[in-house]
């Protein structure tokens, strides 16, 4: 007879995603154990090889839990509809307000990446590639002679990038500028 799934599955399965993403970005995914990931939980190892069959299978839960969000985040900023400032000015606000919540998996997705087995890895890195090709469009949109310049396009499209990406480094949520006024500067260096 199959086991049956207990009610809180998925809670028990997020939970240890949000203890993991913090373990993995203090002490990278090789510097910590399954061991103290099940110590974090509160749980045992063979409880946490019920939920996830490998340490690997959970960095890219953490991975995807912040990459699908981020794509979640594309898809909002688009249908909003309206020319390419405001849907770039949007999808800044909403990455930034993602950031400040996400800092552990945006550091685990930004520096574990080559930890995970090839075809998991280049899912997430898919993943990443339409993010960016959905802001790079609207950069594009905005400077379109930008469209004859591909490399030129897609360095400013990483430029732009790594202005959020790591701005969980060093921004203080209890500071004097929240996450909409961050994202503005942001936007405002990229179109200038």
Known sequence: MARTQAADYEDRREAIVEKAAQLFA???FLGASVLELAKACR???SLLY???PSKEDVLYAVMLSHI??????????MAIGGGPKK???????????HYVGAASRQKVLLNDLPHLPED????VVAKQRRI????????VELDPTLAGQKERARAKTMLLFGMINWTGNW????????PDSIADMAFELAVG
């Open 68 to 77: 699908d969000r981020l794509g979640d985040d594309v898809e909002k900023a």
């Open 132 to 139: 960016i090709d959905a802001v790079q469009g609207l950069l």
């Open 43 to 45: 749980t045992s190892k």
């Open 87 to 97: 849907r770039l000015k949007t999808l800044l606000r909403l990455f930034m307000n």
């Open 120 to 123: 998991k890895r280049k899912s």
């Open 171 to 178: 921004y203080d949520p209890t500071g004097p500028l929240d």
């Open 50 to 52: 019920h939920y996830y």
């Open 26 to 28: 203090e002490h990278g």
